[in-house]
T-cell receptor
Framework: QKEVEQNSGPLSVPEGAIASLNCTYS??????FFWYRQYSGKSPELIMF??SNGDKEDGRFTAQLNKASQYVSLLIRDSQPSDSATYLC???????????WGAGTKLIIKP | DVKVTQSSRYLVKRTGEKVFLECVQD?????MFWYRQDPGLGLRLIYF???????EKGDIPEGYSVSREKKERFSLILESASTNQTSMYLC?????????????FGSGTRLTVV
C-alpha cells in the first residue's frame, strides 16, 4: 500500500512568519511531487510541483525534496491570512501515473 | 482558461433516488477521476478512466458506477442514493502522464442525501 503522510494540524503561524509543511511518502520509486492548496468549501488547486532533489522556488513558496529521506516540504514565506487553507501533498506513482494523496495539513495564519 | 466543469454546485436528493453527477473537461485530457471528500478522510478515489468507454474501480466504488461515452465527459452515477453518500464530490482530469501538471479539479458538487 503506497502511502503519503501529512500532519493534519491545525498548524498555527503568525502573519509574516514562515510556515513549514511536511509530507513523507513510502514509494521510493516516486519521481514527481505536488502541493495543492484547498480553501474551505473549494476544490484543490495546484500551487507547486517538484521533480528533482533540492529546492524549487515560486514567489513566496518553496518546495523542498529529499528523495533519500523520502520527504517533501513546502515553505511559505511572509505568511498572509489568505494563505490559511488546507495543503495537500500528492505523489505520482510511475507505475500507473496516479496521484496518491496525503490527508492534508490545515494551516491557520493569525493576524 | 482550461476548465473542468461539474454540472451542479449543490444537490439535494432523497434516499433511493438515482443520482447523476456530470463532469466535462475542455483540455483534451485522457484521464478523468471521481473523488469524494469527507472531513478527516481526505480524498478518496471512487472511479477513474484512462480512455473513452474505459473505467477502473478506485478505493471505494461500492454504490457507484460511471460512464465515459465521450472523451470530455465523465459521469458518476449513484444507483440508489443513501445518506452515507452525503459528501463533496470532486471530478478531476489529467494528461495520460501527468508528470509535471498533476490533476485539474472541477469546483465540486456538494451532495446531500436526505
Amino acid at each position: 500500500q503506497k502511502e503519503v503522510e501529512q500532519n493534519s494540524g491545525p498548524l498555527s503561524v503568525p502573519e509574516g512568519a514562515i510556515a513549514s509543511l511536511n509530507c513523507t511518502y513510502s514509494d521510493r520509486g516516486s519521481q514527481s511531487f505536488f502541493w495543492y492548496r484547498q480553501y474551505s468549501g473549494k476544490s484543490p488547486e495546484l500551487i507547486m510541483f517538484i521533480y528533482s532533489n533540492g529546492d524549487k522556488e515560486d514567489g513566496r513558496f518553496t518546495a523542498q525534496l529529499n528523495k533519500a529521506s523520502q520527504y517533501v516540504s513546502l515553505l511559505i514565506r511572509d505568511s498572509q491570512p489568505s494563505d490559511s487553507a488546507t495543503y495537500l501533498c500528492a505523489v505520482l506513482m510511475d507505475s500507473n501515473y496516479q496521484l496518491i494523496w496525503g490527508a492534508g495539513t490545515k494551516l491557520i495564519i493569525k493576524p | 482558461d482550461v476548465k473542468v466543469t461539474q454540472s451542479s454546485r449543490y444537490l439535494v436528493k432523497r434516499t433511493g433516488e438515482k443520482v447523476f453527477l456530470e463532469c466535462v473537461q475542455d483540455m483534451d485530457h485522457e484521464n478523468m477521476f471521481w473523488y469524494r471528500q469527507d472531513p478527516g478522510l481526505g480524498l478518496r478515489l471512487i472511479y477513474f478512466s484512462y480512455d473513452v468507454k474505459m473505467k477502473e474501480k478506485g478505493d471505494i466504488p461500492e454504490g457507484y458506477s460511471v460512464s465515459r461515452e465521450k472523451k470530455e465527459r465523465f459521469s458518476l452515477i449513484l444507483e440508489s442514493a443513501s445518506t452515507n453518500q452525503t459528501s463533496m464530490y470532486l471530478c478531476a482530469s489529467s494528461r495520460r502522464a501527468p508528470i509535471s501538471y498533476g490533476y485539474t479539479f472541477g469546483s465540486g458538487t456538494r451532495l446531500t442525501v436526505v
